[in-house]
T-cell receptor, first 116, second 115 residues
Framework: KAGVTQTPRYLIKTRGQQVTLSCSPISGHRSVSWYQQTPGQGLQFLFEYFSETQRNKGNFPGRFSGRQFSNSRSEMNVSTLELGDSALYLC???????????????FGSGTRLTVV | AQKITQTQPGMFVQEKEAVTLDCTYDTSDQSYGLFWYKQPSSGEMIFLIYQGSYDEQNATEGRYSLNFQKARKSANLVISASQLGDSAMYFCAMREGFTGNQFYFGTGTSLTVIP
């Protein structure tokens, strides 16, 4: 069974540019969540999509946006990149992500973004 | 206030020995879930163990067990018979309530297993 696939694995961008990251969930999973991981701030929740609708959003500026397609694949976009956006961006998918148990919640290997 | 606190930035353990990684949490919800994840250098978050707030027994998964003390709001991970492959970052995390749909993570503990 294929896991959560994130592309690309590594990315180098220049300040001011924009970037789009992709996440393909496990087949049948309708929920996709995104997290940012940095040495300073740790793991922080960005947003969650379920059936193409954003259900929850973390405390990030509007430069961070996302969307989910009808096949549950999700993209995350960061515009006007800043040096502080350098991070590992993790995507996770699940059957249903509401509630304390998070059935089948599975993370991808992440996209490591470096902004220079 | 931090929802998840991990006070051990780094830990060392001898191979084949047991080790306890500490985690305390803060929530006012009655229903919540506590998780431990392992993150090797490759970056992927690997699920280890889950404890629900209403579970009366401590969770166990192979060599992993969760020491759940609800009154103290602690959820410590115990790894028995440590192996070299256990060297990684370990994160404690929590989900709240029946409508909660995000994880709150601690800052992690770096575990090094010494041969």
């Amino acid at each position: 069974k294929a896991g959560v696939t994130q592309t690309p694995r590594y990315l180098i961008k220049t300040r001011g540019q924009q970037v789009t990251l992709s996440c393909s969930p496990i087949s049948g999973h309708r929920s996709v969540s995104w997290y940012q991981q940095t040495p300073g701030q740790g793991l922080q929740f960005l947003f969650e999509y379920f059936s193409e609708t954003q259900r929850n959003k973390g405390n990030f500026p509007g430069r961070f946006s996302g969307r989910q397609f009808s096949n549950s694949r999700s993209e995350m976009n960061v515009s006007t990149l800043e040096l502080g956006d350098s991070a590992l961006y993790l995507c996770a998918s699940s059957l249903e992500s509401q509630g304390p148990k998070a059935y089948g919640y599975t993370f991808g290997s992440g996209t490591r973004l470096t902004v220079v | 206030a931090q929802k998840i606190t991990q006070t051990q930035p780094g830990m060392f353990v001898q191979e084949k020995e047991a080790v306890t990684l500490d985690c305390t949490y803060d929530t006012s919800d009655q229903s919540y879930g506590l998780f431990w994840y392992k993150q090797p250098s490759s970056g992927e978050m690997i699920f280890l163990i889950y404890q629900g707030s209403y579970d009366e027994q401590n969770a166990t998964e192979g060599r992993y067990s969760l020491n759940f003390q609800k009154a103290r709001k602690s959820a410590n991970l115990v790894i028995s018979a440590s192996q070299l492959g256990d060297s990684a970052m370990y994160f404690c995390a929590m989900r709240e309530g029946f409508t909660g749909n995000q994880f709150y993570f601690g800052t992690g503990t770096s575990l090094t297993v010494i041969p």
